[in-house]
């Protein structure tokens, strides 16, 4: 068999793609979904837990209220049907971090059905249909000590229990065919937009980097005309990127397997961020392996249909119809607000033109210099260390004409460094423009002296020679005078008006 990956555009000339994607939300609630535990991240291992998350001998669940509404609104904002009858039922699989040996999930009778979710891919509108929505607890955190941090080749394994009973909501696709070469783009599309739908709703924080929004991308190839071919599952993918490289990947490998004349065996797989490639888990169960049967230790739900219209007439705008109404009020283009979109910058210049700014100089600094700073350092532009409140304030510095651009960068990484607000920057490190004639006057007269030629030729007419001159005494005060000041006195003081 052949080992060599075949060239991305040959893969879909010649096969098509097949994608779903299972997504699990943990819930920001204050206690677990079915006890009182608290949910906070971090803390010491296995000191949140309680005879119930534990699983222990004689401890009976109570479901979380507050899970389910946040679950039903989720269900509403992705055009779901929610259930008038449903329940939980006991899924059955042993494994270390699932304390009783069971999860309390919901199988046959979801909460949500039959929704969508409309994202823009390349300006495009694709229609991604929802097959359900539903609530169960999430698992306990197992640690692999020693090779390469997955369980083949440990030394030994740890488990933290703090996760256990976290309310947990699995968000699964109906197949989405018929995207081709974009079907990676579309995969990592709909997760972004179904983070944002979610954190408009307030029900989680939905930070990938911390286990709280994590996804499965379910991957297939067949020929043109023939039966949807065997799918893989990439496990617990935690980026964005990482969505779109899986599925590239995936192609990639599916396609060099079918090329030699083998088969794509039905698994779970690993993706790894550092090369980009996945390998091989375990086989995929059915559902029939896990032995599903109703919980019979829980009352099966039923959500009152005044309450659930109550819900759906509380909605949020939602992402799409929000950017939508941004871009008017901004005045942009659509090719503007796809970067804005890409840079992941909506909400913080939203927040910034809030905070005083003009949309064009929140796009500027977002978009420029701290989008280039995040790149540096590898992270998401909220984490580059500046605030919507202080990337304004410093705006309104440039527009006092108390700094220039280029004291205003200088402001900006002392923001980024930690060193304060963009005011206590530059008063601290005597960064203000200096626009005082008084001031400036002795540094025009010191350049006119040391440029006779050049002044000469602005006495003759030649009035864009005076550049050279401002040019002059700006390095002379530090980029810290007024440029049009300047000019001005350059002016005043070789008589050319």
């Known amino acids: ?29 204050n206690t677990k979904m079915f006890c009182a535990c608290p949910t906070d991240f971090g803390g010491e291992p296995n000191t949140r837990v309680c005879p119930v998350c534990l ?58 059905v039959d929704g969508y979710l409309d994202v823009e891919v390349n300006g495009e509108l694709v229609r991604i249909g929802i097959e359900r929505v539903h609530l169960e607890e999430d698992t306990g955190k197992t640690l692999h000590v020693g090779g390469s941090g997955r369980i083949h080749g440990a030394t ?48 989680s924080d939905v930070r990938m980097e911390e286990g709280s929004l994590r ?30 490289r899986a599925v590239r990947s995936e192609m990639l ?89 890409n840079a992941g910058a909506v909400e913080l210049i939203e927040a910034t033109v809030a905070a005083g700014a003009t949309p064009a100089a929140a796009r500027k600094w977002w978009l420029g210099e701290l989008s280039r700073r995040a790149n540096e350092a590898g992270v998401e532009l909220a984490d580059v260390g500046a605030t919507p409140a202080q990337v304004a304030e410093l705006q309104g510095l440039v527009d006092a004409g108390k700094l220039n651009d280029k004291l205003a960068r200088v402001v900006l990484e002392g923001v980024v460094a930690g060193e304060g607000t963009p005011t206590e920057i530059m008063t601290n490190r005597n960064l203000e423009v200096v626009s005082d004639t008084g001031a400036l006057t002795a540094a025009v007269d010191e350049a006119i002296a040391a440029n006779p030629d050049i002044a000469e030729k602005v006495r003759s007419g030649k009035v864009a020679a005076a550049g050279a001159l401002v040019g002059a005494v700006m390095k002379t005060t530090r980029g810290q005078a007024d440029a049009k000041t300047v000019r001005e006195l350059v002016l005043a003081r070789l008589g050319v008006s």
Not at 183 to 199: G, S
Not at 228 to 233: D, K, L, N, P, S
Request: hydrophobic share 35%.
């Open 1 to 29: 068999m052949t080992t060599t990956l075949p060239a991305y555009d040959d893969v879909v000339a010649r096969y098509e793609p097949v994608i779903g994607l299972e997504t699990h939300v943990e819930l920001g609630t």
């Open 55 to 112: 699983g222990l001998p004689g401890s009976l669940p109570v479901a979380n209220k507050a899970a389910i509404e946040a679950t039903i609104r989720i269900g509403l904002a992705l055009n779901c049907s929610i259930a008038s009858w449903c329940r939980f039922a006991r899924k059955n699989y042993f494994y270390p971090d699932m304390p009783k040996n069971f999860q309390i999930s919901q199988y046959d009778e979801p909460l949500c």
């Open 156 to 203: 030994e394994s740890l488990v933290d229990y703090n996760r256990a009973g976290i309310p947990l909501v699995e968000i699964v696709t109906k197949p989405v065919p018929g995207t081709g070469a974009l079907a990676p783009e579309v995969a990592r599309a709909y997760v972004t937009e179904l983070r944002d739908v979610i954190r408009s709703l307030g029900v």
């Open 215 to 244: 996804c499965d991308v379910n991957t297939s190839l067949s020929r043109p005309g023939e039966e949807w071919g065997t799918r893989t599952e990439t496990k617990n993918v935690n980026s964005l990127r990482a969505v779109e």
């Open 253 to 341: 490998r599916q396609a060099m397997v079918l090329d030699s004349g083998g088969r794509i065996v039905q698994e779970t797989r690993h993706f790894h961020e550092d090369t980009g490639d996945t390998t091989s888990g375990r086989s995929k169960e059915t559902a029939t392996d896990y032995r599903y049967f109703p919980e019979p230790d829980l009352v099966p739900l039923a959500p009152d249909a005044a309450w659930v219209a109550e819900l759906k007439a509380a909605l949020p705008e939602l992402p799409r119809l929000h950017r939508r109404r941004l871009q008017q009020e901004w005045g942009i283009s659509d090719h503007d607000m796809q970067s804005v979109l």
